[in-house]
Nanobody, 130 residues
Framework: VQLQASGGGLVQAGGSLRLSCVAS????????VGWFRQFPGKEREVVAS??????????????FYAGSVKGRFTIARDSDKNTAYLQMNELRPEDTAIYCC??????????????????WGQGTLVTVSS
C-alpha cells in the first residue's frame, strides 16, 4: 500500500487547510486511517483517526480526535476515491508541524499510536503564522 499526502502549506492563524491522503494498492472501504503530526524533536502524535469497522468490540468509537484539535479538525474518507481527508479549521500557530497519514487494514484502538498502522505516507508541512 502506498499513501500520498498533500495539501499542506502556509496559512494565517484562524484559516483553514484540507489535507488529502490518496491510497494505492488497496481500497479504503475497510480498516482505519489516521493522521499524525510531528513537531521538531518530538515523537509523532495522533491527530485524528477514522475506523470503519465499528463492529469490533475491542476498540472504541469510529472516530478519534486529539483533545487539542477536537472541534476544529474533521477526518473523513471517500472510499470511491480511495482518499482520506483532514479538514483543519481555526488553525493556530501551535498546529505548525509535519502532518502525515497512515493506514491499516484492521481496526485500531480509539487513541491509536504509530505501531497500530502498517503503512505510512510522506509528510506534508503545515505552517500557521500568527
Amino acid at each position: 500500500v502506498q499513501l500520498q499526502a498533500s495539501g499542506g502549506g502556509l496559512v494565517q492563524a484562524g484559516g483553514s487547510l484540507r489535507l488529502s491522503c490518496v491510497a494505492s494498492g488497496r481500497t479504503f472501504n475497510s480498516g482505519a486511517v489516521g493522521w499524525f503530526r510531528q513537531f521538531p524533536g518530538k515523537e509523532r502524535e495522533v491527530v485524528a483517526s477514522i475506523d470503519w469497522n465499528p463492529a469490533s468490540v475491542h476498540y472504541g468509537p469510529s472516530e478519534f480526535y486529539a483533545g487539542s484539535v477536537k472541534g476544529r479538525f474533521t477526518i473523513a474518507r471517500d472510499s470511491d476515491k480511495n482518499t482520506a481527508y483532514l479538514q483543519m479549521n481555526e488553525l493556530r500557530p501551535e498546529d505548525t508541524a509535519i502532518y502525515c497519514c497512515a493506514e491499516d487494514e484492521f481496526a485500531v484502538p480509539a487513541e491509536s499510536t504509530r505501531s497500530d498502522y502498517g503503512s505510512w505516507g510522506q509528510g506534508t508541512l503545515v505552517t500557521v503564522s500568527s
